[in-house]
């Protein structure tokens, strides 16, 4: 049997809608949570206890949303806005598949509380085209062929950009070393490595 | 996660006072406690978010040392030309350690209270000392691979698990912590405990205090230093064993020198001995083998961990090594 891609993105949406509706039934019953076997591995947004009324800049837009202190900046953008393109990997700081940027710098939106990022610009994968026209890392990813299922892309390009304006040293071993917080299951790296540099070099050639 | 308040402090005061509370911690980059409130490893009721406070900035001292704020980012401690130039192993160490991502999170107050990786620790399901103390260690007679070889008890073989620390134990660094009764200077290597019988407690910071700064002395020939870790994969790894070193050497033997280890220790490990076997010595593979047998000589390996003990010596050999070929 051969799985095309859009059977494969129809499971794939399928799976979330599960794990969306699981956390559903978690936020029904709140206690669940707190003394079932096994911890939870996160809070659902508004899991009892008390909320607080939070404002988020993200993509440039400002969100108002009353928030569980316990919801994690990845699980407000993905639940409560709307926004799932960051991706859910390990939940534990150790994937990258939730990296976003805050005041332009790339950081981890599941270790991140949102109560905690009032102020901070965030933006996520789906704040980098301009209109129909892609980032130049989107770009090179697709041109590149930088993803195979496409899970930990949003994660990787928006580390990529964050690279950007770091000091990293020009070679591949330098842009490897410095994705290294970025896992992909599908071992796409070479493709990935090639697209940053051709970016990193697009950006050296650019008159300032 | 267990439910929580959550506020931000505005200044220093105000955050040691709300910390005063019951259940209450600080919340930095939040890279260790979110991570094990979302265990349930740790569940405090209140978080006081101290990222407001103004202690980002790395000044020079008088006489040549540098103070380091306790909200400074791992990332810009790592490249700061200052750190760079005078203590560049520590930019090192930092740089070796977690992810971009994490080091962009990650403070230096926060690190220096980071908590061991000790899987049993992180797992609420088993007995650990350390969680829970009088629960019993499940490493000791279990799986303990990562675990330490030099500075552990009967009650607990987990290493502490920071690179930066190992770099600012070599560099002989002093943390300043403010409590209610005003603040305090405290050497690093006063700073960190041993597990002994109460594994629980990790450090000498009484409870509300608040770290503030991190002080490192002029130490001029830290200009010639250098961390070396190693672990199971090239990057984005805990170390197995790591090294930090610095070698004051004139007119052909080491005059002074500075000799810490990481991922061996339940503390971030200075070893006076290995210090003692190179000051005098001409560089060479001779002092550097000397001083790595002196630096393991009290070892307690267990089953899993034993490579560990050959892996630190080669480790710090070829740290001090790299070291004495650096130009300065
Ligand atoms: C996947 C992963 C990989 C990692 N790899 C490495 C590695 O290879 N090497 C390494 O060294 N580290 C590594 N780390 C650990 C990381 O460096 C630490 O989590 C980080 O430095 C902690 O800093 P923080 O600001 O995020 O602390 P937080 O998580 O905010 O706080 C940690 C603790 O310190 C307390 N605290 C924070 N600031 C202060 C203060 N100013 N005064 C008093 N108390 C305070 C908090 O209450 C809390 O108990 C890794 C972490 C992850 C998640
Ligand atoms: S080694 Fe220490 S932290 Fe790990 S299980 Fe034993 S007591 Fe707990
Ligand atoms: S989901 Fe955040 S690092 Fe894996
Ligand atoms: S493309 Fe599948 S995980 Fe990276």
Redesign the interface.
């Known amino acids: 049997m051969t799985l095309t891609r859009r059977d494969f993105i129809a499971a794939t949406l399928a799976t979330a809608f599960a794990l969306t509706l699981g956390a559903r039934a978690a936020q029904a019953e709140p206690e669940a949570?707190?003394i079932g076997?096994?911890?939870?591995?996160?809070?659902p947004a508004s899991a009892?206890?008390?909320t607080?009324p939070i404002t988020l800049n993200v993509n440039g837009a400002a969100h108002d949303l009353a928030i569980?202190?316990?919801a994690?900046l990845l699980d407000a953008l993905r639940e409560r806005i709307g926004m799932t393109g960051s991706k859910k990997g390990c939940?534990?700081?150790q994937c990258?598949a939730c990296?976003v940027l805050a005041d332009g710098?790339?950081?981890?939106s599941c270790?991140?509380?949102a109560?905690?990022q009032q102020g901070k610009a965030i933006t996520t994968i789906e704040g980098l085209a301009q209109g129909e026209t892609l980032h130049p890392m989107q770009q090179a990813f697709l041109s590149h062929d930088g993803f195979q299922c496409g899970y930990c892309t949003p994660g990787q390009i928006m580390?990529a950009v964050?690279?950007l304006t770091?000091?990293v040293g020009p070679e591949d071993a330098d842009v490897?070393?410095?994705m290294?917080?970025?896992i992909c299951r599908c071992g796409a790296y070479p493709n990935i490595v090639a697209a940053i540099q051709d970016v990193r070099k697009a950006n050296t050639n650019a008159p300032v | 996660m267990h439910p929580f308040s959550y506020r931000q402090a505005s200044d220093e005061q105000a955050a040691i006072g709300a910390v005063g509370q019951p259940g209450a911690m600080f919340l930095a980059g939040g890279t260790t406690l979110i991570d094990l409130m979302k265990l349930d490893v740790q569940t405090p009721s209140q978080l006081i978010d101290i990222t407001p406070l103004p202690l980002t900035k790395i000044t020079e001292l008088p006489g040549g040392g540098v103070s380091i704020g306790a909200m400074v980012r791992n990332s810009d401690l790592a490249h700061s030309e200052l750190i760079m130039t005078r203590y560049p192993v520590l930019s090192e160490a930092l740089l070796s350690g977690a992810s971009p991502q994490l080091r962009n999170m990650a403070t230096t107050g926060g690190n220096l209270l980071q908590r061991t990786r000790c899987y049993y620790f992180r797992d609420v399901t088993t007995p650990c000392n350390k969680r829970e103390p009088g629960s019993g260690c499940s490493a000791i007679d279990g799986y303990h691979r990562i675990h330490a070889v030099l500075g552990t008890s009967r009650h607990c073989i987990a290493t502490h698990p920071s690179d930066m620390c190992v770099a600012l134990t070599a560099l002989d660094a002093v943390i300043l912590a403010r409590g209610a009764g005003g603040e305090r200077r405290i050497p690093i290597n006063d700073f960190y405990l041993v597990p002994g019988d109460h594994p629980e407690r990790e450090n000498v910071l009484a409870p509300g205090e608040l770290i503030t700064a991190v002080e490192l002395p002029a130490m001029p020939f830290a200009a010639r230093s250098h961390y070396r870790k190693v672990r199971d994969r090239a990057s984005y790894a805990f170390a197995l064993a790591s090294a930090a070193v610095a070698l004051d050497i004139q007119g052909g033997a080491i005059h002074d020198a500075r000799v810490a280890l990481g991922g061996v220790g339940t503390k971030p490990w200075r070893s006076h001995d290995a210090e003692k076997a190179l000051i005098g010595k001409a560089p060479g593979p001779d002092a550097y083998r000397a001083a790595a047998e002196a630096a393991l000589r009290g070892a307690k390996p267990h089953k899993d961990n034993a490579f560990k003990v050959e892996l630190a010596k080669r480790t710090l050999v070829r740290t001090l090594t790299m070291t004495a070929q650096k130009t300065v």
């Open positions: 949570a707190k076997a096994k911890p939870m591995a996160t809070a009892g206890g008390d607080m569980d202190p316990r994690t939940d534990h700081g990258g990296t710098r790339r950081v981890l270790l991140s509380l109560v905690a580390s964050g690279l770091e000091p490897r070393e410095n290294s917080g970025n």
